[in-house]
């Protein structure tokens, strides 16, 4: 058992290693699995399972707090 807690502990300071977009995908993503399954559409499973695979693809990017904040006072500006 100590070695999955080794292995948890090691994945944990490589993600939080990560920049914060990575970072976010991967807390999105960990979210999204502790969801019951049952509670979505199929529709809406798809939408999902084809966003994540558009980030996977890198036909997507991320975008900063900072970077979202950035374009919502240019737009109100």
Not at 2 to 25: G, H, K, M
Not at 49 to 69: M, N
């Amino acid at each position: 058992m100590s070695a999955v807690v080794i292995d948890i502990t090691n994945v944990l300071q490589n993600v939080l290693s990560l920049p914060l977009p990575e970072r976010s995908y991967i807390a999105e993503r960990l979210l999204v699995s502790l969801d019951d399954e049952q509670e979505l559409s199929p529709a809406w499973r798809a939408e999902l399972d084809a966003r994540v695979l558009r980030r996977e693809k890198g036909e997507t990017r991320s975008h900063s707090r900072k970077e979202v904040h950035e374009e919502i006072e240019a737009i109100l500006a």
